[in-house]
């Protein structure tokens, strides 16, 4: 008797055991949209992460640090279940919620659960909503949130300018910009003229900072004086539409043709003789430049070996047949190109120092006038002329 009460003790007990140890797998499935308002309606928000918890108090601590902003991304641990992003019209679907109960709703055919859910997007302030999930089923649109914009846009025309001309530039320079104090800079090319957008949060009024370099090296930025800068900045920008004037300055120049006629010892420059040559032709003609290193004159070597000389022009007119003498052109860039930069051989030809503070380099040019065996005869070029007539005693 004594054996059968036992028997019956310990299957009462394993009875109990598995009872309270029975549990069921459920899994579910939610779907919402997104929007914000703008203008006289709702718009739907795309790339909005939805992120789902099972735990409240996780959900909970995870949108405060997402409502500081110092998180983008939830904390692991087993409160946090799944992911999604909102499509193009602002719907999102997370898929295959998998929970485990003991207890469930409608014991092991079907059960409800809470889901507690944040919506990040870096434009938008942080939301939170919380919903209830029935097994077995999608739960189609059983979320809808709207979502306050946490940012302020401005459209900014940018204009690129030369600074010698003021006109816009026509070479391609690679302009970066960057809002308020942060590290990221986008870029874009400019040639000329660029719209970009800009955003910043709410309320504020951030500083944008450009930089422009060429994609060389004889391009610099400056302001609208001349001065090289490393960077220029618009204060205060506010949301709407603001126009931007940057400058950029060549650090490259070629030679302009020098032309002009020369007189030597009287020899007459024009006369009504057919006389196809006198002693103003046949006279070599180069450039030399005040090199800033050593204080000396030296010659444009492409101008002095080209070995160009004076010549003279026949001239038909209703009196008859006469030349001009003396003549020449092209002195700098005839056939050939001159250039001058702070990194090649002619370098010294221009004070940068004194240009970097500046719109305009400036260079002492002198015209030789010789041959091999002669004494040179130089004639100082006045700033800003191109055209001389040169009398040689």
Known sequence: MANRKTVSLVLA???????????????????????????????????????????KGLRDSDFTKFSEGSITRPTEGAGYVATSLTNANGEFVVNKI???????????????????????????VPAKTDATIISGSTNQSNVYVTLEGSKDYTTVNVTVYDVATGRAMTQP??????????????????????????????ETTPDVTFKLTSPGANWKMSDSTGKVIAQFVEEDVKEGTLSVRLYMKSYEFTLPGFHGTVQVGGAPLVTNETIPANGNDGIQVWLEYFDH??????PFTETKEVEYRTESEQVTATTGIYFNHGLFSGVGNNGYSVLINENNVYKNAIDWEAYADGKTASMQLKL?????GEEAFTYTIPSGSAQFNVVIP
């Open 173 to 202: 320079c690679t302009m970066e910009y960057k809002v308020g104090e942060g590290e990221d800079w986008d870029s874009v090319t400019v040639t000329g003229n660029a719209t970009i957008g800009l955003s910043f949060a709410k």
């Open 13 to 55: 007990v394993l009875l109990a055991v598995m009872l309270i140890s029975c549990s069921a797998v459920f899994e579910a499935g939610i779907s919402g949209k997104v929007v914000t308002d703008e203008g006289t309606g709702k718009v739907a928000v795309p790339d909005v992460n939805v992120f789902a918890y099972t735990d």
């Open 293 to 298: 290193s050593d204080g000396t004159y030296k």
């Open 368 to 372: 030789v006038f010789g041959a091999a």
């Open 98 to 124: 998998v929970w485990e109960s003991k207890k469930s709703e409608f014991g092991k055919t079907a059960d409800v659960n809470k889901l507690y859910l944040i919506f990040y997007h870096e434009d938008y």
